[in-house]
């Protein structure tokens, strides 16, 4: 059994930042990529940012590249995303994904986070 466990959401001026953090705990496998996903109320939910199990490869979406950084843990069982000049329309719960590489998390996760909600204000 694999959990992911989500914290750092809050409430956060437009502008400001905010690092989320994930940890995996349970079944551990010899590698594996985690990565980031958002759900604004009443949209689907958006891929965000993956890294790889030896974080040197990452991928973004377009809407967050430059502003948003994907990065493992020394223990690499961790997970964060770090979030600058956030604005009003990143306002989401975040959810935490794990899967086998960063092809499979950003299109098919095999493992989530229960979220963590991140609110933008103007």
């Known amino acids: 059994q694999v959990q992911l466990a989500e914290s750092g959401g809050g409430l956060v001026q437009a502008g400001g930042s905010l690092r989320l953090s994930c940890a995996h705990s349970g079944r551990t496998f010899s590698s594996y990529a985690m990565g980031w996903f958002r759900q604004a109320p009443g949209k689907e939910r958006e891929f965000v940012a993956a890294?790889?199990?030896?974080?040197?490869?990452?991928d973004y979406a377009d809407s967050v590249k430059g502003r948003f950084t994907v990065s493992r843990g020394n223990a690499k069982n961790t997970v964060y995303l770090q979030m600058n000049s956030l604005n009003p329309s990143d306002t989401a719960v975040y959810f935490c994904?794990?899967?086998?590489?960063?092809?499979?998390?950003?299109?098919?996760?095999?493992?989530w986070g229960q979220g963590t909600q991140v609110t933008v204000s103007s």
């Open positions: 890294v790889s199990w030896s974080g040197s490869v990452t």
């Open positions: 994904a794990g899967g086998d590489n960063v092809v499979q998390v950003k299109t098919r996760p095999r493992y």
